[in-house]
């Protein structure tokens, strides 16, 4: 039976993309993603507005058993369907917009100074009006522009909609938070494989307060991520290995920041970014970050694999 998916071998990625390569299916998915309910085969006629039943039908065959399910009820959309339409609409809503450079309600973490945001390509980009902020060769390819360029958060143009610019800059740290939350926890935030979580250490690493002109960083102890399964990547300051450490976020939230709260998020960052770094040995590697809140600190001592092995929190 065309319904029960498991019976039918999986499509291998080129055959999934070639089913879905047709305008006519992709707006089988979507009609059906509007339906909280199956849709009878001449309900979901209807719908489409097609004039020819012999190419519908062709085309619904070729979504059954992968992306649509058949039951008794009608046609519905299973997980791998509900994925593809997800994933359109978090594309679709605002397309191709281009946003100028908007101020926003945000600080230069390096000179203090207002910072402007504009979008492009899937991401939110933040730039300094007054330094040359922190021109990286890691993120060039992305540039238009990079004076003062400070970095790029992922937001899908969907996260636009409805939203101000400042607004949109939070939904889009919270979202940065979740995703380092994830990879702090050894998940690949876009497939779920474990990530690999290598430690660098800058051997030759400059004044403290100031990007290093070795290796481009302010801290000496930085974290990459690399999914063992998919293409992702990411990494950055030493404490993006630490964020799912539990004393950490007590940390936090004792002293009322919540990492995923987008009212919150900017504070969290502030408090999270700017942290005391201190090698204590090199081999084996172990060394100390200091986080300050109010009238209090958290030390947090971490191995060779940034796995934290002590805390200690003083007023
Ligand atoms: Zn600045
Ligand atoms: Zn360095
Ligand atoms: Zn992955």
Redo the contacts with the bound molecule.
């Keep these: 039976m065309a319904d029960d998916a498991a019976s039918e071998d999986p499509l291998s990625p080129d055959e999934a993309f070639a089913a879905l390569g047709n305008e006519t299916r992709v707006r089988i998915l979507r009609v059906l993603g509007d339906e909280d309910d199956p849709l009878s085969f001449s309900a979901l006629y209807d719908e489409m507005e097609m004039r020819d039943s012999g190419q519908f039908n062709y085309h619904l065959d070729k979504l059954v058993g992968h992306f649509v399910r058949k039951t008794e009820e009608g046609y519905e959309l299973d997980r791998a369907g509900r994925r593809i339409v997800e994933a359109i609409l978090s594309g679709a809503v605002t397309d191709d917009v281009a946003v100028d450079r908007t101020p926003i309600d945000e600080q230069c973490d390096i000179c203090g100074s207002p910072v402007e945001a504009t979008w492009n390509d899937g991401g939110i980009n933040l730039y300094c009006t007054e330094c040359d902020g922190r021109y990286d060769h890691n993120h060039r390819r992305n540039r238009g522009s990079a004076e003062g360029y400070l970095g790029t958060l992922l937001l899908p143009p969907a996260g636009l909609r409805d939203r101000s610019a400042d607004a949109a800059a939070q939904a889009a740290w919270t979202r940065t938070n979740l995703e380092i939350l994830s990879m702090a926890s050894g998940l690949c935030p876009r497939c779920s494989a474990t990530i690999e979580t290598k430690r660098h250490v800058?051997t030759?690493?400059?004044a403290t307060g100031e990007s290093?002109?070795?290796?481009?960083?302010y801290y000496?102890v930085s974290v990459g991520f690399q999914c063992t399964n998919c293409i992702f990547s990411s990494g950055g300051a030493g404490v993006l290995a630490l964020l799912s450490n539990t004393d950490l976020l007590d940390f936090l939230t004792d002293h009322g920041h919540n990492p995923v709260d987008p009212d919150s998020v900017r504070a969290v960052n502030e408090l999270q970014m700017n942290y005391e770094e201190r090698i204590l040995a090199e081999d084996p590697f172990e060394a100390e970050f200091t986080f300050r809140a109010d009238d209090e600190t958290l030390t947090l001592t971490v191995d060779g694999d940034l796995s934290v092995v002590d805390s200690v929190r003083e007023r």
């Design positions: 800058c030759d690493h400059g290093c002109s070795a290796c481009g960083g000496a």
